[in-house]
T-cell receptor
Framework: DAGVIQSPRHEVTEMGQEVTLRCKPI?????LFWYRQTMMRGLELLIY????????DSGMPEDRFSAKMPNASFSTLKIQPSEPRDSAVYFC???????????????FGSGTQLSVL | AQSVTQPDIHITVSEGASLELRCNYS??????LFWYVQSPGQGLQLLLK??????LVQGIKGFEAEFKRSQSSFNLRKPSVHWSDAAEYFC?????????????FGSGTRLSIRP
């Protein structure tokens, strides 16, 4: 298995532009997580899905952020409009987890380094 | 809600020396506990996890961790570090009895290896 695949690896954009990050989870995994990593705040959970349904989006910073999972093999995280403070590494992770299971191993992608100028 | 603290931001040890990275958690019961490692430019990889039973757990790459309920700690250890162990290490906590099924990560400890 290729693991969790994220694209792009790097994204540089100007303030106000729309940014879309993509994730393909490991086949057969039914939970998907989006994390954001910054020096100041560490690794923060933004949202997670179970069986393509958003379960908890309380970590999404504001309405500029949205996430979708149209099917079991694809998810997007969109920022519109983007701001410099959104600059961070965004990780997608998946697990073969039941809903509400917090004992599952997470498999992380390599991340997307986002720079908003 | 659970929380996790990694008090050391950056640690430097000599190659071949022993290592201990500290992790303290806050939770009303025994949580699920994890250690992940992140190499530069990469995602996180699970080193080991504790759910129940033997409080000393073995992981990959020669790492082990010991759960100490009395100290609310889950410190990561390795008897002899290698240069390839230089990375960022994250302790994580999962709630055992909660409808909030989040895994919370600590702020990380960056490990540097002195030749």
């Amino acid at each position: 298995d290729a693991g969790v695949i994220q694209s792009p690896r790097h994204e540089v954009t100007e303030m106000g532009q729309e940014v879309t990050l993509r994730c393909k989870p490991i086949s057969g995994h039914n939970s998907l997580f989006w994390y954001r990593q910054t020096m100041m705040r560490g690794l923060e959970l933004l949202i997670y899905f179970n069986n393509n349904v958003p379960i908890d989006d309380s970590g999404m910073p504001e309405d500029r952020f949205s996430a979708k999972m149209p099917n079991a093999s694809f998810s997007t995280l969109k920022i519109q409009p983007s701001e410099p403070r959104d600059s961070a590494v965004y990780f997608c992770a998946s697990s073969f987890g039941r809903q509400l299971a917090t004992n599952e191993k997470l498999f992380f992608g390599s991340g997307t380094q986002l720079s908003v100028l | 809600a659970q929380s996790v603290t990694q008090p050391d931001i950056h640690i430097t040890v000599s190659e071949g020396a022993s290592l201990e990275l500290r992790c303290n958690y806050s939770y009303g019961a025994t949580p699920y506990l994890f250690w992940y490692v992140q190499s530069p430019g990469q995602g996180l990889q699970l080193l080991l996890k504790y759910f129940s039973g033997d409080t000393l757990v073995q992981g990959i790459k020669g790492f082990e961790a010991e759960f100490k309920r009395s100290q609310s700690s889950f410190n990561l250890r390795k008897p002899s570090v290698h240069w390839s162990d230089a990375a960022e290490y994250f302790c994580a906590v999962g709630a055992r009895y909660s409808s909030a099924s989040k895994i919370i990560f600590g702020s990380g400890t960056r490990l540097s290896i002195r030749p």
